[in-house]
């Protein structure tokens, strides 16, 4: 798996638009990005992967840079319920995930 | 189907004593795996199964862990003699195969060892 590099804490007001970022300059080729938040006391949660492309859904915006080797993950309006941390992963087909760290992101009135 | 759940939600047990805990994957996927997280940390990886295969283990996983997937479907962890540093959220996830869209996590099991 690529290591990924994430700053250890971020604050965002309410409303505004969280940017996330994430190092990862040794992920090869064929990795995805898997970005995954997880709120107090629960498991992780899906956000959103890429792999070359910038990428969007119902959750947030990913955006890769073109030499792969670091991204953002986007939530365009944030709320009070966004507050948790936030995981990116670098995916290498067949192996089994590596959790840093992460970011703890709060989400302030 | 309801997500990939994990029994019991909360166990708490004395030194010394054997624990199980139960995971039901997303019904289609092949791959289950087996997290532990303690707190403030990340999830860290104890081992995963492709159909009934346990095809990788942790260094994390002694000899006191033991996991089982019989026929490919739910999943056994068993922790034996338990120690007060066993106490952690046990996490499993399922994936159909490597690759996107990723690992469908249960909600966990937290142990606590007294």
Wanted: glycine content about 8%.
């Amino acid at each position: 798996d690529a290591k990924t590099t994430q700053p250890p804490s971020m604050d965002c007001a309410e409303g505004r638009a969280a940017n996330l970022p994430c190092n990862h300059s040794t992920i090869s080729g064929n990795e995805y990005v898997y970005w995954y938040r997880q709120i107090h006391s629960q498991g992780p949660q899906y956000i959103i992967h890429g792999l070359k492309n910038n990428e969007t859904n119902e959750m947030a915006s990913l955006i890769i840079t073109e030499d792969r080797k670091s991204s953002t993950l986007i939530l365009p309006h944030a709320t009070l319920r966004d507050t948790a941390v936030y995981y990116c992963i670098g995916d290498n087909y067949g192996q089994n995930f590596v959790f840093g760290p992460g970011t703890r992101l709060s989400v302030l009135p | 189907d309801t997500g990939v759940s994990q029994n019991p939600r909360h166990k708490i047990t004395k030194r010394g004593q054997n624990v199980t805990f139960r995971c039901d994957p997303i019904s289609e996927h092949n791959r289950l795996y087996w997290y532990r997280q303690t707190l403030g940390q990340g999830p860290e990886f104890l081992t995963y199964f492709q159909n009934e295969a346990q095809l990788e283990k942790s260094r994390l996983l002694s000899d006191r862990f033991s996991a089982e997937r019989p026929k490919g479907s739910f999943s056994t962890l068993e922790i034996q003699r338990t120690e007060q540093g066993d106490s952690a959220m046990y996490l499993c996830a399922s994936s159909l195969n490597s690759g996107p869209p990723g690992y469908t996590f249960g909600s966990g099991t937290r142990l606590t060892v007294v």
